[in-house]
Structures are given as C-alpha cells and as structure tokens.
C-alpha cells in the first residue's frame, strides 16, 4: 500500500488563517524550515502574493529576501506558492507581462512549486498560467478543483474540471481545494472516489479546513478513498480556521491503520519552534473547532475570517463580526454565488462590511461598492456561474466609477515597463524592484528597501536561562531586557516582570518600528 504523504502549510494558510499573515517575520520561517525539511513532507506551502505584501508592509521586509532564505535552509522540500491565477499582489488583474514575471522572479528565487486556485474554476484560465509557470521555471504544478456549496455548483462540474487538468502536460498534480471548510464526511464519500477516478495516475492531494468542526475525520475517510497527499499544520498554526494538526492526524491514521511518511521527531521539533515564537509574540494557536454548521451558510474562508476579525479589531468594531459574517452570506447571493476563495472571498467580505457599516449610518446597503466589486460585477474576473442581483447591477450602473474601471489591461512589454520606470525614477531597475514597484504602493515599496536585511529570529537560538530562547524568557537586569527587545527591533508584544509587578506592552503591526 502507498504511504499516504503531507504538504505542510503552517507558514502560509496557518499563518493567514490564525494570524491574519502577519505573525511570522522572514527570520522566524527560517528558523522552523530546517526542522519542517527534516520531516519528509511533499513539499511546504509557503507563500502566497498575499503573504508577500503583508510581510513587506507589516514587517518592511523584501519578498524575494524571504523567498531565498527559506530556500536556503530547505534543500530537500520543494517550497510552493499559491495563485488565484491572473493576479500579484495587486487585486487588480495581471498582464501577461506582469504574470509571467512573477512567476519568473518566484522560480529564481527558490519557489519551485505553483498551486493554482482559479477562483472562478476557470480551466482555461488555469491551463493557461500553468503552462507560463512551467515556462517561466517551476518544476511542479499543482491545479484546485475548489469546492463550495452553491445552487450552481455541481459534483460534475468539479469532475469536469479534474478531466481538463489531469489531460495536461503542464500539470502535475490536482487537489480538491475547501477553503471554507464546508466538505462533509458524506460529501468526502461521494466526491473523492469520483475524483480519485477522474484523476487517474497523477497524485491526488485534499486540502481543507478545521471550519465547521469536521476537517479531522474527513481527512481520515479521504485517506482511505484513496488521495495520495493530505494538507496539515503543525502545533499552533493548526486547527481553528486553519488545517488539521500533523500530529493528531498521524495518530488516528495509526489507529485507522494507514500508513504515511513523516518524521515524528522533526515535527515534534518544528511544533515547538512555532510554539516558542507563538509565546514569544503573543499570538493565540488554533484550538480545536466546535461541530458548527453556520460555515455552509456564509462559507468565509480561514483566511479571510483572520483578516476580517483583524480589520474589525482595528476599527473597535469586533463586536460586528456576526453581523458581517451574516451579510457576507446575503452578499455571496447577490453576486452569483462567487467560490469564496482569494480574492472573491475578500471582495464579498469587504462589501458585506460596507453594507454593515451603511446600516448602521440609516444608508442603504451598497451605498459604497469598492473597485474591485465593481470590477467584479464588470466581468473582469470572469462570470459567475449565478446571475447577478439586479439591486447590485443597478447600483453598479448608476456610480461613476463603474465607467471609470472599463478599461483594457495594460498591453507593455517588459521592455517597455522598464523604460517607463527608468524614466520616472532615472534610474535603471532589476526585474525584481521592478515587479515590486507596479504592484506595490510606493512608500511600501521605499520602506521594504530602506529596512534592510530581515533580522534572524533570536528565539530560535537558546541562551541562558535553562536554555530558553532571548525572546521568552525571564531576563535579570536592564542590560538583559534591552539587549532582548534589541533582537526584536519590529515587536508587537512585550511582556515585563519584576516581583510581583507585570507590565504588558502592546502596539500595532503597522507601527513596529
């Protein structure tokens, strides 16, 4: 029998599911990479665009920089990113120019993997950016069939789409992609034999979500159905919204008598490394989810529920997450029923806040639409399989903006966009500066560059204290406690004691310095 594998996505999914991608530094996945390699895994899903940005605009550091030193340390594990498709950074539309860079600076850089979540499950549009990633340097792709529950959405269309991908040379491998957490163990009966079928010879991965409460069992069942790779997290960046914990799993796969591949030392190594920087930063580690069936209704995605509990908690209005929650769903219907993964799910959350917020004012809802709802809704993502609502087609209509957002993607070469920006700057720029300036805001862009080198994560390395790292544990004097905050010189949380009196000390993301 096959030994059933794992694609490791603590640093990527787990980091944006459980910690709204803003959680790890570039020095602290480089301090878990070489016990994450030692494990045995299919590859780790490391990144994302949206990961990318954050990190450049959180924590000033430069994408490619994270890229290579994560490379550096994980010799023997291919690292993967994930794409929507015709995006980067920007939730504007790419060019193919634009595209075919990305993926081009991804691959030299040490990305050799490319997952392909096209969120409108556009197979043209997938065999299309598979095809530029094997040009442009990757060694594997890996294309989504994502699922949703939807009045539009069908079994067939998913085997559909399975057929289209594994007909491909440029594909390697196809994965059944949950992002909201909504696939049932009764739905995992149905769906993945038929899909284990339609796929064939080429391996077979499942990615879900903790969500709903029922992402651990259903992994089990799917092992047994037949899929060859299964996604998980490890330790704190498990469970919740995020993936199934690693290490549960291999324990019922024990017990269910499936065998698999994976070090258990090297994970148990890996799960306190991001135990010791989840303490260390204060961030809470996902817990084990409740049987919750509102996920079928609003389907909001890991991700976005971190970034929506996030944006809400900077705004002081936390105490509004039921009420966007609810109108997402309203929303999602309102648009044809759009799959709820990056970037429809967080163009849906993003309009069902402005409507909550409108109420709120005695305004209607889609007083406010932003860009990329209007774009949307201008079929510049594609068609949604449902139509979409005349209240959101006659608001659309009546803005301004709407006609403003008609227009054509922009047509340059890369010649042509380095001449225009040599111009603008005088200056000449590499590929790389170049990307990072057309989809990157400019005063990102000029801090990342102005920020250095991304400082290593010092809890990684023990001194003194019982061998406890510089980042956590008790320091003696002034000197210690300065030279500990000095090695975190972008914190979010300090925590101080001295006797019987504790100090907590808490700020921003934005404002690290």
């Known amino acids: 029998m096959t030994r059933l594998r794992f694609v490791d996505t603590s640093l990527r999914d787990g980091n944006q599911s459980l910690w709204g991608a803003v959680g790890l530094t570039t020095g602290m996945a480089e301090a878990v990479g070489p016990a994450l390699d030692r494990i045995g895994l299919d590859a780790i899903d490391f990144t994302s665009s949206t990961n990318l940005l954050m990190g450049a605009k959180t924590h000033r550091e430069d994408p490619w920089e994270r890229i290579s030193r994560m490379r550096a340390v ?25 595209m075919r860079l990305s993926l081009r600076l991804m691959a030299r850089h040490g990305l050799r993997r490319l997952q392909i979540a096209e969120p409108m499950n556009d197979v043209e549009s997938v065999l299309t950016v598979a095809r530029w990633a094997k040009e442009e340097g990757f060694e594997q792709v890996v294309a989504a069939t994502t699922f949703t529950e939807s009045p539009v959405h069908t079994d067939e269309s998913y085997l559909a789409a399975a057929r289209r991908f594994t007909a491909s040379a440029d594909i390697d491998r196809v994965y059944l992609k949950d992002p909201g957490g909504i696939l049932t163990v009764e739905r995992t009966g149905h769906l993945v034999p038929a899909l284990r079928e339609a796929i064939g010879a080429k391996p077979f991965e499942l990615h879900g979500h903790c969500t709903t409460g029922e992402a651990p069992q259903l992994y089990v069942v799917a092992a047994r159905l037949g899929v060859d790779a299964l996604h998980t997290g490890i330790g704190p960046l498990s469970n919740g919204t995020a993936q ?127 860009d990329e709802v209007l774009r949307f809704v201008l079929g510049q993502y594609g068609k949604p399989l449902g139509a979409i609502s005349d209240e959101v087609l006659e608001k659309a209509a009546a803005l301004p903006r709407t006609k403003e957002l008609q227009g054509k993607l922009d047509p340059r070469s890369l010649d042509e966009l380095h001449a225009d920006y040599a111009k603008r700057l005088g200056r000449t720029l590499d590929d790389e500066e170049l990307l990072l300036r057309i989809v990157m805001a400019p005063d990102v862009l000029d801090a990342v560059r102005a920020g250095g080198p991304a400082p290593a994560w010092s809890g990684a390395a023990a001194r003194g204290n019982g061998g406890r790292p510089a980042s956590e544990g008790p320091v003696s004097s002034i000197t210690e406690f300065l030279d500990a905050a000095h090695a975190l010189p972008r914190w979010t949380h300090l925590s101080v004691r001295r006797g019987s009196e504790h100090v907590r000390l808490s700020r921003s993301p934005g404002a690290a310095t």
Do not use: C
């Not at 994980?74 to 634009?98: H, K, Q, Y």
């Open 244 to 370: 199934p914990g690693l290490e549960q799993l291999l324990d019922n796969l024990e017990a269910a008598g499936i065998p698999y591949e994976a070090d258990r030392e090297a994970i148990t190594e890996a799960a306190g490394i991001i135990g010791r920087i989840a303490a260390s930063q204060g961030l809470k580690p996902g817990r084990t989810m409740p049987y919750d069936l509102a996920s079928h209704v609003h389907q909001v995605p890991g991700g976005m529920m971190g970034t929506l509990k996030r944006q809400l908690g900077e705004l002081g209005l936390a105490d509004q997450l039921p009420a966007v929650i609810e109108e997402t769903g309203r929303v999602r219907a309102d648009l044809g029923y759009p799959i709820m993964v990056t970037p429809f799910s967080q163009f849906v959350g993003s309009q069902a806040l402005m409507n909550v917020l409108a109420e709120r004012s005695g305004q209607e809802r889609y007083s406010r639409i932003p």
């Open 74 to 98: 994980t010799p023997n594990t291919p690292l993967s990113a994930i794409t929507t498709g015709m995006r980067f950074m920007s939730w504007d539309r790419a060019s193919e120019t634009v």
